[in-house]
Nanobody, 122 residues
Framework: QVQLVESGGGLVQAGGSLRLSCAAS????????MAWFRQAPGKQRELVAG???????VYAESMKGRFTISRDNTKNTVYLQMNSLKPEDTAVYYC????????????????WGQGTQVTVSS
């Protein structure tokens, strides 16, 4: 069981910045993938960014160049730096941890944080 605690959400004007944090109960070095998702009202949850235990990252195209995912293994925390925010970025942002266990075949377990609200005003 992995527990995730999110923080950093809030209200910001368009063009502003926010930094979200996701603190894990265990070492993130043992978690195969840490990722950020978001869900706006009336829309499906979508991937924002992800980072592997090896340090590789991936971004959704709409966030590329504006958002940056990073990690601090010492603090067992993953961050999402959000710059040049737009009203359409308004959503609940969720942290997700994926742990892969075994092989031949492997199984994957997903763990979710409770989410943090990000509101961007025009």
């Amino acid at each position: 069981q992995v527990q995730l605690v999110e923080s950093g959400g809030g209200l910001v004007q368009a063009g502003g910045s926010l930094r979200l944090s996701c603190a894990a109960s265990g070492s993130i070095s043992s978690i195969n993938l840490m990722a950020w998702f978001r869900q706006a009202p009336g829309k499906q949850r979508e991937l924002v960014a992800g980072i592997t235990s090896g340090g590789s990252s991936v971004y959704a195209e709409s966030m590329k160049g504006r958002f940056t995912i990073s990690r601090d293994n010492t603090k067992n925390t993953v961050y999402l730096q959000m710059n040049s925010l737009k009203p359409e970025d308004t959503a609940v942002y969720y942290c997700k941890a994926t742990v892969v266990v075994g092989t031949t075949p492997a199984t994957a377990n997903d763990y979710w944080g409770q989410g943090t609200q990000v509101t961007v005003s025009s």
